[in-house]
């Protein structure tokens, strides 16, 4: 019977152990210098309905965003209100977009959030941070990645597993190839803190450096971590076909939203959304997750939001 010398024992430990390390790295979210690839995912499509906080943006009694015009004190919400909207029309998950909730809130406060949803048969499905990263080096640029950590922080006490960050419009000062990899720097060092937290940082197609489906691309393709992919907005491409541009970010797509309308061409027409064409979209892809309406147009969503709601479960469910 054959026998290792200690030497070789000594060096298939040191082997395994190096093998461990490097594991034990990629679970954690070192970041590769391998380009990010579309997301492998088991099995078929399989979507679930969510709502976004924002759709009802004028109406959140707590709010660090400008709302328009007055609103009767009778269909003022906050977000233990909101989650109920969502448990009572049928809703999976709930978005709870950071801009409404009470600026002095507490990971206490966080906690009540967990709770309610959780009787209530709702799942936190995200947030979002208004975050800028395309900003130059300095105190302005530094507080953009504190404050996003600061609401993972606040995220992981809630149970949310995916943040919809930003990249932000080219500043002034410096050139888009320059604000492209402030962004990719800032995404980085944020996916880290995310990902040992277990939760994902998606990208949102929306305008400045990732106005075009191939300025996106060269983000999300050069940050290869398991914490990251694309916030998949179907009304935040511009082109003549809106259409391919989502097509192309799709295989990507850690979380969707859905918006009523899209804007084609330079002029950006606005026109209806082809719900059934997005939703074909993202299952041609694979994706597997939350499908949020986020409802941006004017009219009343206590009205109009219900009828959305309904059109989509029925695409996603068919």
């Given amino acids: 019977m054959h026998t290792s010398s200690p030497s070789s024992r000594r060096s298939f430990l040191q082997l395994a152990a190096a093998a461990s390390l490097v594991a034990g790295l990629s679970t954690v979210g070192v970041t590769s210098t391998v380009a990010m690839e579309p997301l492998k995912r088991k099995g078929k499509a399989r979507m679930k309905l969510g709502l976004a906080a924002y759709s009802f943006r004028d ?7 400008g709302q328009k015009g007055k609103v009767e ?12 909207y969502c448990a009572d029309h049928g809703c999976d998950g709930a978005e709870l977009t950071s801009y409404y909730f009470p600026q002095d809130a507490t990971a206490d406060y966080m906690l009540k959030i967990k709770r309610h949803a959780f009787l209530r048969g709702i799942s ?30 606040m995220c992981a006490v809630m149970g ?29 060092e944020c996916c880290d803190y995310a990902g040992k937290k277990g939760i994902f940082l998606g990208l949102e197609n929306h305008g400045g450096i990732v106005e075009e489906p191939e300025a996106m691309l060269e983000i999300v ?9 694309v916030n998949f907005d ?39 959304a082809d719900l059934g064409k997005v939703v074909r979209i993202l299952r ?9 309406l986020e409802y941006e147009e004017a009219a009343d969503p206590f009205v109009h939001v219900p009828k959305v709601l309904e059109e989509i479960r029925s695409l996603i469910e068919s």
């Avoid at 799709?250 to 950006?268: C, F, H, S, W």
């Fill in 284 to 292: 041609d892809a694979g994706y597997q997750g939350y499908v949020v």
């Fill in 160 to 188: 949310a597993p995916h943040i919809r960050v930003f990249a932000g419009p080219v500043p002034k000062a410096i050139s888009a190839a320059e604000a492209q990899k402030l962004c990719i720097a800032a995404l980085e």
């Fill in 221 to 229: 393709r050069a940050i290869n971590h398991p914490f990251f992919g």
């Fill in 73 to 84: 004190e009778s269909k003022k919400i906050d977000m233990f209100d909101f989650i109920d």
């Fill in 234 to 272: 179907s009304g935040n491409f511009y082109g003549d076909d809106p259409y391919a541009g989502l097509a192309k970010i799709a295989p990507y797509t850690v979380n969707a939203q859905l918006k009523v309308e899209i804007r084609r061409g330079k002029e950006k027409k606005i026109e209806r």
């Fill in 124 to 153: 936190i499905s995200g947030s979002s941070v208004g975050n800028n990263f395309a900003l130059p080096k300095g105190p302005e640029r530094d507080k953009q990645i504190a404050d996003v950590k600061q609401w993972i922080d």
């Fill in 59 to 65: 109406y959140f009694k707590h709010s660090n965003r």
